[in-house]
């Protein structure tokens, strides 16, 4: 099968990790451009608070090999996130990240403007990665086209459920056994399911490629 | 107008007429000249229909009374009398009684080639000398007249308040920093996007492998 574009998931409460997690797989991207809902991510390069200085970077990046932005919103978060997804998607060719995924979306809900994104993605070549701290609150259609989940500790049983739904009963029961720093790897396209506690292995480096 | 009565050299007796007056005063005015001493009081009684206000400007220039002024005026001209035979006058103004001196000069033709530059002039003549009265060093008589009406003068500039050099240099560059500063604003507001591609204003960014 051919893959266009990679999903990539990474769940898991707060503290454990997502961030950091997040970090080691846009880092290795060479084109990326980050929806930094906390501003937490400030190794990216070229940061902004304005739309319309994000827009004159990726006017700029589509002329580079290279380049990495992060747009913290200051204002109405979902507004941002509809207009930067628009912006997003008609760039193309780079790797979009999404912290705090929920904040733009409810479980039976995605902005038409990032639906596109996850949807029809694959033309536009954006790979697309994500972080929520509950499965339960992604929108199921987001988990349905993520490609590989990177699942921290949960003891929430609906959460758990959700994992279960979407994953299966063995990672649900490895995610569980998790430590608090620790995850698992879930390949939805291969079923290939990887652990590692806060190590990082040859797998994490392929979550994107 | 008004009749001036005053004692008067004998031999002055019969040769003036108030039109003839009037003109030696407009003469004056127009032509000031450091007047002769007052040959004194005689025992002629003259009465002469004159400008009141001429006279009083006369006596004012003069320094000396009504009588004394008007003495001194005719006798820078009386010499001149015997000269000029039929020497023309101006009428000050229209006739309104007086005696019958006054009424002579009036009826009096005017031969145009002797006449002054007056002849143009409104008949109302301006009493106010246009010159400084000089006082002539030979004349002890003739005491040093201010002029009767502010003459104009021309502000002293250099009393004016000087702006130091050194607040125009702070006040011009601050303009031009202003100017420098909504410029720059300007231009990187308008800059169409993907312009930037040769000067790049955004960090670059190396992936990690």
């Not at chain 1, 940061?47 to 580079?64: G, K, P």
């Not at chain 1, 090999?65 to 507004?79: D, M, N, Q, T, V």
């Not at chain 1, 979306?105 to 990032?114: A, E, H, K, N, V």
Request: net charge positive.
């Amino acid at each position: 099968m051919d893959v266009q574009n990679k999903i990539v998931g990474v769940v898991g409460r707060k503290g454990s990790g997502k961030s950091t997690k997040m970090r080691e797989i846009l880092e290795r991207c060479p084109c990326l451009f980050l929806m930094d809902t906390m501003g937490e991510h400030s190794w990216i390069p070229n940061r902004f608070s304005d739309l319309r200085q994000a827009y004159r970077f990726l006017s700029w990046a589509s002329a580079q090999k290279y380049f990495a932005g992060a747009l913290i919103p200051l204002r109405s978060l979902e507004k941002e996130f509809v207009l930067l997804a628009d912006l997003v998607y008609l760039a193309g060719n780079l790797t979009f990240g999404v912290e705090e995924a929920p904040m733009f979306c409810q479980p039976s809900y995605l902005p038409p403007q990032f639906d596109r994104i996850v949807r029809l993605g694959r033309h536009r070549k954006i790979n697309l990665v994500w972080t929520a701290q509950r499965m339960a609150e992604v929108a199921r259609r987001l988990t349905a086209a993520t490609d590989a989940f990177v699942l921290f500790a949960h003891t929430e049983p609906r959460d758990l459920g959700a994992i279960a739904e979407r994953c299966g009963s063995e990672v649900a029961e490895q995610v569980v056994a998790l430590p608090i720093h620790g995850y698992v790897i879930w390949d939805a396209l291969s079923r290939k399911l990887c652990s590692g506690v806060g190590v990082r292995h040859g797998y994490d480096a392929k979550l994107l490629s | 107008m008004a009749t001036f009565s005053f004692r008067a050299p004998e031999r002055w007796a019969g040769q003036l007429d108030s039109g003839r007056v009037r003109g030696w005063l407009q003469e004056y005015f127009r032509h000031p000249q450091p007047l002769p001493p007052d040959p004194g009081a005689g025992p002629s009684r003259l009465s002469l229909s004159l400008p009141e206000r001429a006279v009083k400007v006369l006596e004012g220039l003069s320094g000396d009374s009504a009588s004394g002024a008007l003495r001194r005026l005719i006798a820078a001209h009386i010499t001149s009398l015997a000269i000029v035979s039929q020497r023309p006058t101006l009428a000050l103004s229209g006739p309104r009684g007086g005696t019958e001196l006054s009424t002579t000069g009036l009826k009096r033709r005017v031969d145009s080639s002797l006449l002054p530059q007056a002849q143009e002039e409104p008949h109302m003549l301006s009493l106010y000398p246009k010159e400084l009265i000089q006082v002539s060093r030979s004349d002890e008589a003739v005491s040093p007249i201010r002029p009767m009406c502010p003459v104009t003068q021309t502000p002293d500039w250099s009393q004016l308040p000087r702006v130091p050099p050194w607040f125009v240099c702070v006040v011009v560059a601050i303009l031009v920093v202003l100017v420098w500063w909504l410029l720059r604003a300007r231009r990187q507001g308008g800059e169409p996007p993907g312009s930037g591609a040769a000067a790049a204003p955004f960090k670059p960014w190396i992936p990690k492998v």
